[in-house]
C-alpha cells in the first residue's frame, strides 16, 4: 500500500466546501487511492474512490492530481453530521490500511 | 448497498474468559472478510484477513493463538479472543469486499470489548 499523509485537524463551516487533502507521492499505478470516515465509535463509511480521473459521487468529489501523488476530497455543502475522522488509502487490493486520517470538525 | 452486520454491538467479560464476534454480509458473499481493533483516539489497525474455507493471515505482532478466525461459510466470519484480558478491551471492526476485484469494502459497526 502506499503511504499517505493528511493533516492532524481542519475545521470548517457548515455549509461552506470541506476540501481535504492527501498525499501520495509513492502510489503505484495500478493503486486506487480510496476515502472513508469514521464517526465516532462507527465502522468507517465509504466515500469514493478513484484511480486516474476526477470521480463524484452523492457524497463527495475527488480531484487526483495528474501526476498522482496528491488528491483532495471536497464535501460541497458541509453539515454539522460531516465531523469525522477522514482516512485516505492508496491500495491495490482489497486489504485496507489506514493511516492517521483528518479529523474534521465542521461548526456552526 | 452492500450491508456488513457485526454482533454484538458491546461486550463484557472477566479476564480469563473468551469471547466471540461475528461478521456476516448480509446480501453478497464475501471470500475475504478483515479484521481490525481500534484503541481510543487511534486508527484502525489491520489484524487479519480471513479467507473462506482456509486459515486466517495474520499481520505481524497479531496472535494467532489468542485471536481465533474462523470463515466458515462465505457470509460469516468469526473472531475469538481467547483467555481475554485487560490489555485487550479494544474496539473490533471487520469488513467485508462485495465482488473480487477492486471494489468497495463495507465495514460492521463495530464491536466494543471491555475485559475487567
Known amino acids: 500500500d502506499a503511504k499517505t499523509t493528511q493533516p492532524p485537524s481542519m475545521d470548517c463551516a457548515e455549509g461552506r466546501a470541506a476540501n481535504l487533502p492527501c498525499n501520495h507521492s509513492?502510489?503505484?499505478?495500478?493503486?486506487?487511492v480510496y476515502w472513508y470516515r469514521q464517526i465516532h465509535s462507527q465502522g468507517p463509511q465509504y466515500i469514493i474512490h478513484?484511480?486516474?480521473n476526477n470521480e463524484t459521487n452523492e457524497m463527495a468529489s475527488l480531484i487526483i492530481t495528474e501526476d498522482r501523488k496528491s488528491s483532495t476530497l471536497i464535501l460541497p455543502h458541509a453539515t454539522l453530521r460531516d465531523t469525522a475522522v477522514y482516512y485516505c488509502?492508496?491500495?491495490?487490493?482489497?486489504?485496507?490500511?489506514f493511516g492517521t486520517g483528518t479529523r474534521l470538525l465542521v461548526s456552526p | 448497498g452492500a450491508v456488513v452486520s457485526q454482533h454484538p454491538s458491546w461486550v463484557i467479560c472477566k479476564s480469563g474468559t473468551s469471547v466471540k464476534i461475528e461478521c456476516r454480509s448480509l446480501d453478497f458473499q464475501a471470500t475475504t472478510m478483515f479484521w481490525y481493533r481500534q484503541f481510543p483516539k487511534q486508527s484502525l489497525m489491520l489484524m487479519a484477513t480471513s479467507n473462506e474455507g482456509s486459515k486466517a493471515t495474520y499481520e505481524q505482532g497479531v496472535e494467532k493463538d489468542k485471536f481465533l478466525i474462523n470463515h466458515a461459510s462465505l457470509t460469516l466470519s468469526t473472531l475469538t479472543v481467547t483467555s481475554a484480558h485487560p490489555e485487550d478491551s479494544s474496539f473490533y471492526i471487520c469488513s467485508a469486499a462485495q465482488g473480487g476485484t477492486n471494489e468497495k469494502l463495507f465495514f460492521g459497526s463495530g464491536t466494543q470489548l471491555s475485559v475487567l
Open positions: 509513492t502510489i503505484s499505478g495500478n493503486e486506487y
Open positions: 478513484g484511480l486516474k
Open positions: 488509502i492508496g491500495t491495490g487490493f482489497q486489504k485496507l490500511v
